[in-house]
């Protein structure tokens, strides 16, 4: 089986694109890019258990930027925030689509300057490799990205709390994660 191994800054369009066009497809995290994802970790780690605020890990978000997190509430902080942001509205994101952006979020995270741990990275690969299609809608809030409220139903597919399309129509999303071992 043809493997596609990610490191964060050589994916090409094309390669993408034969992964997302050509069956049997498989792609995961290159060994190196692993590497510093563990280093990126350690380090968000450091700063999780020292003093300094770090905005939106041990400090709350916009208005609430002054205001500390305890190393215990910060987990919980990231879950909630996952969890106020998925609230898309109108159909859903197409499956093609959807697939292009397990792969281009797991790769974004394999350049290791998210500090996310790598089984986060490799747990996104895992849907794709597994057929898996988070349902994810095409509507959502205008920020300053433009694409907060998708990847949080995207993540919350990732932590069991949302859903997958399937031919039979929205599975919960931890009754498929555990019907495929994940």
């Not at 694109?17 to 890019?33: N, S």
């Not at 709350?60 to 969890?83: D, H, K, M, T, W």
């Not at 109108?90 to 797991?106: N, Q, S, T």
């Amino acid at each position: 089986m043809p493997t596609l191994l990610l490191d964060g800054t050589s994916l090409r369009i094309e390669e993408l694109w034969k992964v997302l066009t050509e069956p049997g497809w498989r792609v995961e995290i290159d060994q190196q890019a692993r590497h510093r994802m563990e280093r990126s970790h350690a380090w968000l780690r450091h700063w999780l258990r020292s003093a300094e605020p770090v905005y939106g890990i041990t400090t709350g978000f916009g208005g609430l930027a002054a205001v500390r997190i305890s190393p215990e509430e910060a987990i919980e902080l990231q879950y909630n925030l996952v969890r106020s942001h998925s609230v898309g509205a109108g159909g859903w994101i197409p499956p093609e689509v959807v697939r292009a952006m397990l792969i281009l979020r797991a790769n974004v995270f394999a350049r290791s300057y998210s500090g996310v741990r790598p089984i986060v990275a490799e747990r996104l690969l895992d849907l794709f490799n597994h057929g898996l299609i988070p349902a994810i809608p095409k509507q959502g809030s205008v920020g300053a990205s433009g694409d907060l409220v998708q990847l949080a139903h995207l993540a919350l597919a990732l932590i069991g709390e949302g859903y997958f399309l399937t031919e039979q129509g929205l599975e919960p999303a931890a009754e498929a994660l555990v019907r495929h071992g994940l």
